[in-house]
């Protein structure tokens, strides 16, 4: 999922544009880019938008950001989404294990009344202090859980910390994604607001690629290409892993070397990964 577009739940012009665009995931909003007003419609669209033609047939990751545990939403947004063609749950401020105790009993339950084989993952927000230090914990919880997403907004802004100051962005981004890398689970890198400055979006993608995040969230089209090629893993990568596993199956110790670099276990198991992700991806656009 090297993308993940945001579309706000109450704006359903832009439910076609996001199913033909190229993101590889949308999540569907009823949170923060909803007002209150809306939300009781929002929650209705998106509901119609995953039982449409449209969605049936993509093969896009569909997810929808339902309103937090503590806000009288919750409830009402899980039961309007949860169905045969949503993938994940995105919970924004999860702050416990717990939480994510109460998202499996409430999705489990929907399940087993409407019938669903498939059980519904969830995309657990690490956005403020608490959920932070927990977030291990929060990765751990449950198989359902199969990313962490890391969020700025939510986590700077009460605090003060500067969105702008990269030694900070990388120090929550490594955090989380060890927390996510304890649990055996991927991280998503966190939106860029300002949409208009594509060099900062892949200087700071770039930044979360180093970190072994699998992609982005992305509020605007025009970010979705840059995300797209930003986790891609490159011509090089791919060769050199190719050249890691080629060497290994025809290696007789555990360490040999490749390319002048001492390869062994990590190396090979990462290089696998590399390939399989390469595979999964459809061409890059011409
Ligand atoms: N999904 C699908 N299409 C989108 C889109 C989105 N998130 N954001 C913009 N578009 C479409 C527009 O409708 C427009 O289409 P058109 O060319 O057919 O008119 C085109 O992309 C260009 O959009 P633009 O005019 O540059 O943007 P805007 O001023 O209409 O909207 C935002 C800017 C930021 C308000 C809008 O992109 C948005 O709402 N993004 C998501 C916000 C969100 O979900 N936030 C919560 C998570 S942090
Ligand atoms: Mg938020």
Redesign the pocket.
């Known amino acids: 999922m090297r993308s993940k577009?945001?579309?706000?739940g109450s704006?359903p012009?832009?439910f076609p544009?996001?199913l033909a665009?190229q993101a590889d995931a949308l999540s569907f909003?009823l949170?923060?880019?909803v007002l209150e007003t809306a939300k009781a419609e929002a929650r209705c669209l998106i509901a119609q938008v995953l039982l449409s033609p449209e969605s049936a047939a993509s093969k896009k990751i569909l997810i929808v950001r339902v309103n937090g545990l503590t806000t009288p939403h919750f409830e009402a947004d899980l039961a309007a989404v949860a169905g045969p063609r949503l993938d994940l749950v995105n919970v924004p401020k999860v702050e416990s294990a717990d939480d994510i105790h109460t998202v499996t009993r409430t999705l489990a339950r929907l399940e087993a009344e409407r019938g669903l084989a498939r059980p519904i993952g969830i995309l657990a927000n690490v956005e403020s202090p608490r959920g932070l230090r927990l977030a291990a914990e929060i990765a751990g919880a449950d198989p359902r859980v199969v990313g962490l997403q890391v969020g700025f907004?939510d986590l700077l802004e009460p605090l003060g910390i500067d969105r702008a100051d990269a030694a900070a962005i990388h120090h929550l981004q490594l955090a989380v994604r060890l927390a996510a890398g304890e649990a055996g689970i991927w991280a998503c890198d966190a939106?860029y607001a300002n949409?208009k400055d594509a060099e900062g979006f892949r200087t700071e993608a770039l930044a979360a690629k180093r970190l072994g995040y699998i992609g982005k969230?992305c509020?605007?089209?025009s970010q979705i290409a840059l995300a797209n090629d930003v986790f891609r893993p490159t011509d090089e990568e791919i060769t050199i892993a190719q050249r890691i596993v080629d060497a290994a199956g025809n290696a007789n110790a555990g360490a040999f070397t490749v390319d002048g670099r001492m390869i062994d276990a990590p190396f090979i198991r990462r290089a696998r990964a590399v390939l399989a992700i390469a595979r999964q991806l459809p061409p890059p656009a011409a």
Do not use: Q
């Open positions: 577009l945001f579309v706000p704006r012009e832009l544009k996001a665009g909003d949170e923060d880019s907004a939106v949409f969230s509020i605007h089209p």
